[in-house]
């Protein structure tokens, strides 16, 4: 790798490593896979990516080994609660970027009569994440024995082993699969985009740029374009009623003193039900539109 090309370490299977490609694509960067298929070099912009585990994601960027890097908010912050496995406080976390989305949760078997946190108190809890669970214990003023495993977690209280578990869960699905029920939530987790922020000035300059392509994808891609035709006495009700629109832009109608056009980009999802709203203010040939790409 040259040390000229920005290095971006993203999951290399797993839960996030679609996504993360997939939004590297949108922001227009063109990979081509090694033959080992771990590092991706694009053609057209001077960028590396590096394909590894999710847990090695923070120490390649802390090393700056890679500069920039995407990895679950759970991955992270478990490590930053532990000041022993390093200065991984340092990262910055520079963009929520809204998929990979689980949260890291306590659950019992499903009999137990759960009455609130007190109930673990004197019990067993396995987990892969003792950092965080430690840390939330503490808060909650629970004194509970904690047994660290790195897979199967779930099997824990079937094989005696623990009382409770602290995992990630996304639907639910595995828990309900071992008898278990989820009754805390001790973190919500997304990936994130993070990034070294001690890069020298070229490598600092690159890294900018392909966020300001992230951020624009982002926006674009949770935003609409909304166009309709309105009369010019409801006008004022109508702009209050489009979603997350500040300044929308009105445009006279040829032929028509009475009725102007309305263009605006709304940065939250348009409903139904927001739509039946504009049209019972008066708007007409109304249209809502994806947008490709956005940048401010």
Same mark, same amino acid.
């Given at each position: ?12 299977? !797993? ?84 998929? !990979? ?6 659950? @019992?078997?499903?009999? @137990? ?103 624009? @994808? ?31 832009? @009105? ?46």
């Amino acid at each position: 790798m040259e040390s000229s090309r920005l290095k971006i370490a993203i999951q290399k299977s !797993g839960r996030l490593a679609e996504h993360s490609l997939k939004l590297l694509a949108k922001c227009g960067i063109k990979l081509e896979k090694s033959k080992d298929q771990l590092l991706c070099r694009a053609q057209n912009f001077p960028i590396d990516v590096l394909l590894v585990r999710d847990d090695d994601i923070p120490a390649f960027v802390l090393t700056d080994v890679c500069q920039l890097g995407i990895v679950g908010e759970n991955v992270l912050n478990e490590l930053q609660v532990q000041p022993e496995s390093g200065n991984y406080s340092n990262i910055q976390v520079v963009k929520k970027l809204g998929f !990979g989305h689980c949260r890291l949760s306590l659950a @019992v078997p499903s009999e @137990v009569v759960y009455a609130g946190i007190k109930y673990l108190n004197g019990k067993t809890i396995a987990t892969s994440y003792k950092g965080l669970l430690l840390e939330y214990l503490k808060d909650q003023n629970v004194n509970a024995k904690i047994v660290t495993m790195n897979g199967a977690v779930e099997i824990a209280p079937k094989t005696q082993l623990a009382d409770a578990i602290c995992d990630l869960v996304s639907t639910g699905n595995t828990l309900a699969s071992n008898g278990l029920k989820e009754v805390e939530v001790i973190l919500n987790s997304q990936a994130v985009l993070v990034r070294n922020p001690d890069m020298n000035d070229s490598l600092s300059l690159l890294s900018n740029r392909l966020i300001t392509r992230v951020r624009a @994808v982002l926006k674009a891609q949770n935003s609409r374009y909304i166009v309709l035709h309105a009369p010019v006495s409801m006008l004022d009700d109508i702009k209050g009623v489009l979603p997350g629109s500040e300044a929308p832009t @009105v445009i006279p109608l040829k032929g028509s003193d009475d009725q102007v056009a309305v263009h605006a980009v709304s940065d939250e999802e348009i409903f139904w039900n927001t739509m039946e709203d504009l049209k019972a203010k008066g708007a007409s040939s109304i249209l809502v539109m994806p947008i490709e790409k956005m940048m401010d």
